[in-house]
């Protein structure tokens, strides 16, 4: 457990690294613009690429810590109800419900906001058929759930193939940075945004009884928790929460893994602390890798989800390797 | 005042098999109970009953005169603790953090565990003799100490009504001695209720009063130890031959 100081601190610094990629995300790309112009053009003074900040690289910056934060609270979320370290807020097939949607957009020919529609309503399909055939007699054990999960992904992904493979080659690139995470489709950024400041401010109650819930249903419900009740409103939240990220900006792996575990490496396995932590966490690590993704290679683009998983993995095992010590 | 617990008219099933019919027990303070029965009788499945962690097919079980759909899981976490027979960790934690979780129940919503709080789960932990260990990762646990730890959570929970599924797991003879010690002085200085699965009946003579021995065919038969635990009684419960020997004023059944 940690203390209040200390839970302070830790939040102050990830706090910080979030302001800094930030900057980061605002001053750098094609054309590089001073930090100081970059306050400037936030404060809206009429600065020289005041536009390209303020309306291009700040909805995608918010963007990407929209999802980060999105995708790190859903999966620290997700091991905690699957009580498994190994979930992820895709293992449930929420992704793969919102990649056959999309997919099918793209197919069809649909603009920005008929594909977000349907990944969005395929994310909830995904999430509405794993529940119920996993709830199916009440008795609803995590193993039950994880298989029909993978299992349901697993569909998802045989309908994704077969899509790739009969699209036209012009919507292949399309329908590729979609599933692996892109996010100059994004578009506006405040839904993802107020998304995730409501799942945190709901989650955030039930912490301890996550702490619990961590240990085992029965000695969660022992000790006082409702396990039921937490467990349906958890899944809700952490389902929504994933359909909300792939919506709006694919399937972007990595993040909703790695985040959680590198958050517990540094500080612990404390609920209250966590999931406040892995959403700043999670959130810097795709703004970072965003600008990476658009600027590495510029004037060419990569697809974020790329970004994630080469940053990501070594600082995970370096943590990994300090921590056995 | 009512009763710590009471079962009435209760009936346990698990997998098709019936544990009981029309159980009837009612334990005052400071009372102490055993559970016995062979192997997959449903001696764990009664007691999460008792518990509230299942429902029964029929019957009610109370708490200080209420059920435990009337308390709420929040209110029964004050009134009775229950001990797992097995603990696995899915996730690091140190085993001072893991004995805080006992304190979940008198904490609210927004509160964090106050320095009041560390120094009941610390006083757990050192009498369990694990007060060395407080910021080892329960992961690296040995069977018993983990088992031990279970214990320290269990007693910084403070319920008046200890349900303990296989305390003696893992331990070794001079735990396993400590931690009945340990339970019968909360029984008698505390007048904490206790009901506990055992497997050797000499233990469940010397320290509860009395015995419910689970058939694993439907019949219980409840009553004191001194009468109800005879040599053949307990040889026909386990299907296997007992002598009763006496030593020092202690009964002990040795398997022929």
Not at chain 1, 147 to 159: F, H, N, Q, R
Not at chain 2, 58 to 70: F, I, M, P, S
């Amino acid at each position: 457990m940690p203390s209040h100081r200390r839970a302070a601190l830790v939040l102050a610094v990830l706090a910080l690294l979030g302001a800094a990629s930030f900057s980061a995300a605002l001053a750098v790309g094609s054309i590089a613009v001073p930090f100081s112009d970059v306050a400037a053009a936030l404060l809206g003074e009429p600065v020289d690429n005041a536009a390209i900040v303020r309306e291009l690289r700040l909805p995608r910056a918010l963007a990407g810590f929209a999802c980060g934060g999105l995708l790190a609270l859903a999966g620290a979320l997700m091991q905690v109800l699957l009580r498994n370290p190994l979930a992820d807020p895709y293992v449930l097939g929420i992704s793969g419900g919102a990649g056959v949607g999309a997919m099918f957009a793209i197919l069809l020919g649909l603009s920005a906001a008929g594909l977000n529609f349907l990944a969005f309503a395929g994310a909830l399909s995904a999430m509405l058929i794993v529940f119920g055939l996993a709830h199916g007699d009440g008795a609803w054990t995590q193993t039950r759930l994880l298989l029909t999960g993978v299992i349901v992904a697993a569909g998802c992904g045989a309908l994704i193939a077969l899509m790739l493979s009969i699209a036209p080659e012009h919507k292949l690139r399309g329908m590729l940075f979609w599933l692996m995470g892109d996010l100059s489709q994004s578009g506006t950024p405040w839904i993802a945004l107020a998304v995730l400041v409501a799942a945190l401010v709901a989650s955030l109650p039930f912490a301890r009884e996550l702490n619990l819930l961590a240990r085992g249903h029965d000695t969660a419900q022992s000790l006082g928790v409702d396990v039921r009740r937490l467990r349906y409103s958890i899944y809700a939240i952490a389902s929504l929460v994933t359909a909300m990220a792939v919506t709006s900006a694919g399937s972007i792996g990595f993040v909703g893994l790695i985040v959680p575990h590198l958050v517990r490496l540094a500080i612990g396995n404390d609920q209250r602390l966590l999931l406040p932590a892995s959403v700043l966490a999670g959130g810097a690590l795709l703004t970072f890798a965003d600008t990476l993704a658009r600027t590495v290679i510029a004037p060419q683009q990569l697809p974020v989800g790329v970004l994630t998983a080469l940053i990501g993995v070594p600082v995970f095992l370096f943590l990994l390797a300090r921590h056995r010590q | 005042m009512s009763a710590l617990l009471e079962a009435h008219d209760l009936a346990v099933s698990v997998g098709g098999h019936v544990v009981c019919r029309d159980l009837n027990l009612s334990l005052a303070a400071g009372e102490r109970v055993a559970i016995l029965g062979r192997n997959g009788a449903g001696k764990s499945t009664l007691l999460s009953v008792l518990a509230g962690l299942r429902t029964a097919d029929a019957g009610e079980v109370r708490l200080g005169g209420e059920t435990y759909a009337a308390l709420g899981p929040r209110i029964a976490a004050k009134r009775r603790g229950w001990l797992a027979q097995r603990h696995s960790d899915a996730f690091a934690s140190t085993v001072l953090e893991t004995a805080l979780t006992g304190r979940h129940p008198h904490l609210g919503r927004w509160d964090w565990e106050s320095k009041r709080d560390t120094e009941i789960a610390r006083g757990a932990l050192k009498a369990v003799g694990l007060a060395e260990l407080e910021e080892r990762d329960v992961q690296t646990l040995s069977g018993g100490e983990r088992q031990r730890l279970a214990i320290a959570t269990l007693l910084t929970q403070a319920a008046p009504l200890y349900l303990l599924d296989e305390p003696l797991a893992h331990l070794d003879l001079n735990h396993q001695i400590a931690i009945l010690n340990l339970f019968a002085g909360a029984a008698q200085d505390c007048h904490a209720g206790l009901v506990m699965v055992l497997h050797e009946p000499g233990l469940a003579d010397r320290y509860c009063d009395r015995a419910l021995l689970v058939h694993g065919d439907g019949r219980c038969e409840l009553g004191a130890c001194r009468e109800l635990l005879t040599a053949e009684r307990l040889g026909s419960l386990y299907g296997h031959p007992l002598k009763e020997v006496v030593s020092d004023d202690r009964r002990w059944f040795i398997p022929v």
